[in-house]
């Protein structure tokens, strides 16, 4: 079981910049970063996949060039520097986990993000 602690959420202005931090209970290959907005379908944000020395990770178009996710895997955690924001950013922000990026199958409890502008 693994278990996955989300934080760093809040409110900004749009152009704002907010960090948030996914604290694991054990490493996992597979992280990413999710949101669900009310009214919309989950979407992942970043996705990061270690192996080896390498850390792969892919973005939603949506927050290319905005968003950047890194990993810790030596404290088991995993990061998303989010900054110009925008009000469409306004969502709750999930962290999951797992061993491959198919099976993603632990998720922490959510922290809200919200963007005024």
């Not at 990061?48 to 088991?76: E, M, W």
Request: some cysteine; proline content about 3%; charged content about 15%.
């Amino acid at each position: 079981q693994v278990q996955l602690v989300e934080s760093g959420g809040g409110s900004v202005q749009a152009g704002g910049s907010l960090r948030l931090s996914c604290a694991a209970s054990v490493y996992t290959s597979s992280m990413g970063w999710f949101r669900q907005a009310p009214g919309k379908e989950r979407e992942a944000v970043a996705t990061s996949h270690h192996v080896g020395r390498t850390t792969y990770i892919a973005y939603a178009d949506s927050v290319k060039g905005r968003f950047t996710c890194s990993r810790d895997n030596a404290k088991n955690t995993m990061y998303l520097q989010m900054s110009t924001l925008k009000p469409e950013d306004t969502a709750m922000y999930y962290c999951a986990a797992g061993p491959n990026l198919a099976t993603m199958n632990y998720w922490g409890q959510g922290t809200q993000v919200t963007v005024s502008s």
